[in-house]
T-cell receptor, first 114, second 112 residues
Framework: AQSVTQPDIHITVSEGASLELRCNYSYGATPYLFWYVQSPGQGLQLLLKYFSGDTLVQGIKGFEAEFKRSQSSFNLRKPSVHWSDAAEYFC????????????FGAGTRLFVKA | EAQVTQNPRYLITVTGKKLTVTCSQNMNHEYMSWYRQDPGLGLRQIYYSMNVEVTDKGDVPEGYKVSRKEKRNFPLILESPSPNQTSLYFCASYRPGGTEAFFGQGTRLTVV
């Protein structure tokens, strides 16, 4: 069955520290991969996506993610976290043949310490 | 500005009283979808639509209906809401090919 696992329900990092949010997926082939961010009271905003090609993808707000096929992972990273990055982050997979059937992970809530 | 607009943003209703949550997009997208978001469960797809008059069930369709009479609108209908439908609902509209999704701001529904 297709699934997305985000092992960390919440993470706390200090402002200026680096960040890595984990995402593992189960899928029959290489899916489309996404990271979305949800700020309090807002809808989801796309941070970055991977379809094919270079396995390190750059996104908005200084985020990047690396696709590792051997580990079925698509971890999100940021070298230096800002207080405004505090939000909930969702990893998602979509089928190349019909990405509207997107499956989301349960989310990781990021807290940033001053 | 590209937008997905949901209304209302907040709604409290009583069990059994029919309600409709509207969703409208201005990007001429064919693909649209409804999700519910519950703590610890992420977003789960309720229904999706590939085009006008073409809809299909997602992962949690029970208790919901949708319609797609026009490309821009995709309302979610709860014919007889129950407390277990208390949730945060999101409408999404997708780029061609069903890749990147654009989300509305959400509707927080409470059924008492």
């Amino acid at each position: 069955a297709q699934s997305v696992t985000q092992p960390d329900i919440h993470i706390t990092v200090s402002e200026g520290a680096s960040l890595e949010l984990r995402c593992n997926y189960s899928y029959g082939a290489t899916p489309y991969l996404f990271w979305y961010v949800q700020s309090p009271g807002q809808g989801l905003q796309l941070l970055l996506k991977y379809f094919s090609g270079d396995t390190l993808v750059q996104g908005i707000k200084g985020f990047e993610a690396e696709f590792k096929r051997s580990q079925s992972s698509f971890n999100l990273r940021k070298p230096s976290v800002h207080w405004s990055d505090a939000a909930e982050y969702f990893c998602a997979v979509g089928a190349p043949s019909g990405g509207f059937k997107t499956i989301f992970g349960a989310g990781t809530r990021l807290f940033v310490k001053a | 500005e590209a937008q997905v607009t949901q209304n209302p943003r907040y709604l409290i209703t009583v069990t059994g009283k029919k309600l409709t949550v509207t969703c409208s997009q201005n990007m001429n997208h064919e693909y649209m979808s409804w999700y519910r978001q519950d703590p610890g469960l992420g977003l789960r797809q309720i229904y999706y639509s590939m085009n006008v008059e073409v809809t299909d069930k997602g992962d949690v369709p029970e208790g919901y209906k949708v319609s797609r009479k026009e490309k821009r609108n995709f309302p979610l209908i709860l014919e007889s809401p129950s407390p277990n439908q208390t949730s945060l609902y999101f409408c999404a509209s997708y780029r061609p090919g069903g890749t990147e999704a654009f989300f509305g701001q959400g509707t927080r529904l409470t059924v008492v």
